[in-house]
């Protein structure tokens, strides 16, 4: 086992991961910028080096600054966390190469699951089902007409380098196409530096599922059961729930068997999920993250596994400790992305935190490296807290949801907390009716 975690990210995960470690004997080392000398997981870590001003680019993305405090620390290993330098595989192709453990996938699979492209036809060759459209880039008008003439309308232009719906774009004929296609390639030059497209066609109106999965060093996969996260807003998630009320027992096994058959089929490591678009009862992949997610939690409490100790565990080496028929999915879980912005124009709300009362009881937990006097600073993502319970039942997990929603007190600046507890009494969200624009028509009405 590691003595020794370097743990590369802030705020709540950083906190998540640093939990995880103490919990299995292990030593943290945090990392921090300027701005995070008074954060958390600062406090709460055995050791920390500071690594940069606030921006990030200068201190939790500064490859050589995070290298050299796992050297200075005396480090075994490094855990990304999520975003900043998760999904860089030439940042885990350096930690490797420094002598350290990258704590998750190898860099050759977070490099093709970042080419949507590649991401695709891997998986389609490994027996998922993908949505319909072009088999690789696409680079000329010429080509995308003669595509979308095969898929028929509506067709979407997505970047093969892209993610959160950057360099996306829709057309429904082939005048708006020949547009599209030059705005498409030009948004992803300027984006990502790339400007390969590919075509897909458009589902309307689908549901975001995703599976969790989990694969160890000796040919061994898992799926943790689907989330639905088609509650969102410009390409965030509001919120999360496991299991997906859209989705039967049969559709259920069907998908996360397929997930975890392929994880292992593609000799995948580590933690992952794998995307899907579901409509008419149609599962289609969009695209693999190869990393933690924020909404792991959700998982967690409906399979009781400790995600973020198995992705430590799997990194050394060790071999999974149980099978899928360990794996017992029980009720349900749903999680509230809290974030410092005000709950109806979504701007951020930076600043003090005056007064801070966090729920509890049975079924609650709040992951959060919130505390009374704490300055959240300007310069990072806006998420704050997570608010995840879970219920024997959907209906137990609501009940409770909206009381913990009731109890959460964040003072001192603006939050969505009041967003939450709106949305969550809406009749479309309590049936579980709901699709991928339904928080935006919702917000739309309100307003
Ligand atoms: C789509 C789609 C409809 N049809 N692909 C958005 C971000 C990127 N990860 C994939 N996205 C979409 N791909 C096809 N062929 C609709 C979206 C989409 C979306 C997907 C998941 C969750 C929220 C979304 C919001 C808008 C669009």
Redesign the pocket.
Known sequence: MFEKVLIANRGEIALRIHRACREMGIHTVAVHSTADADAMHVRLADESVCIGPPPAKDSYLNIPAILSAAAITGADAIHPGIGFMAEKAQFAEMVEEHGFVFIGPTPAHIRAMGDKVIAKKTVADAGLPV?P?SDGPVGTVEQALEVAHDIGYP??I?AAA?????G?K?ARNPQSLREAFGLARGEARAAFGADDVYI?????R?R?IEVQVLADTHGNAVHFGERD??V?R??Q?VVEEAPSPALNAEERDYIGTLASRTTQRIGYRGVGTM?F?FEDGQF?F??MNTRLQVEHTISEMITGIDLVREQIRIATGAPLGFDQSDIRFSGHSVECRINAEHPETFVPSPGRIEGYHAPGGLGVRVDSALYDGYLVPPNYDSLIAKLIVHGATRNECLMRLRRALEEFVIGGIETTLPLHQRLIQEQDFINGSYD??WL?GLLARIR
């Open positions: 949505v459209g067709v979407l997505k892209g993610s959160g719906g950057k996306m829709g897909e066609k458009f589902l309307t689908p975001h996260c088609s969102q410009r390409h998630k995307e678009l289609y969009i695209e991928i624009h935006e």
